[in-house]
């Protein structure tokens, strides 16, 4: 019987902290279609995922031996860092041309309108996007913060300067109307 991947996931992280280059090209390809998914979702281009995931493995390799499998699941952790790449990326100059976050945070409100039009192609982005839009303005800017942008639901409420339980009602709701709106 094999192991459960979340036991192989802790394993190989111990394995990478003692710098066994075997580990680390296994845990690469074991994880690295997932974190891709996760810097493509926040970053939104294909070269910025890709230089954010090289980098997030770089800081795997050297904080490796900083890795607690007490403390959260291989996945989780690895997914924190490259979260926090993208997010330091995107409030670089690189990530946003020199805007501002200022600048970055308007644009992205201007474009709250249809922001699932800007991130995915197709009759489903467009039933999505059409159920977001009757969303009221505080639900649909909640969503597209949480998911679209990546930040927690804390982050949410220090952003939009809301209590936490009303930002996470928000959310909830609006969940619960795009589920019955797009029809799942």
């Known amino acids: ?30 994880t690295s279609p997932r974190l891709f998914a996760v810097a493509l979702r926040l970053l939104r281009r294909q070269s910025w995922a890709e230089e954010v995931l090289h980098e997030s493995f770089i800081s795997v390799w050297n904080r490796a031996a900083s890795y607690d499998p007490n403390l959260s699941s291989p996945l989780t952790w690895l997914t924190h860092i490259v979260r926090n790449k993208a997010i330091d990326w995107l409030r670089g100059a690189g990530g946003r041309a020199g805007q501002t976050e200022e600048e970055w945070l308007d644009d992205l409100g201007a474009s709250a309108e249809e922001p699932v039009s800007q991130l995915l192609l197709g009759e489903e982005a467009g039933k999505l996007a059409e159920c ?30 809301q209590p936490l339980g009303t930002i996470k009602s928000w959310i909830r709701r609006a969940l619960d109307h795009l589920k019955n709106c797009v029809g799942l």
Request: hydrophobic residues 40%.
């Open 132 to 161: 977001l839009n009757h969303l009221n303005v505080e639900q649909r800017q909640s969503i597209v913060l949480a998911y679209y942008q990546g930040m927690s639901h804390g982050e949410v409420s220090a952003h939009l300067q």
């Open 1 to 30: 019987m094999t192991k459960a991947l979340p036991e192989q996931h802790v394993e190989l992280m111990q394995a990478v902290a003692l710098g066994d280059r075997n580990a680390f090209e296994q845990l690469y390809r074991q």
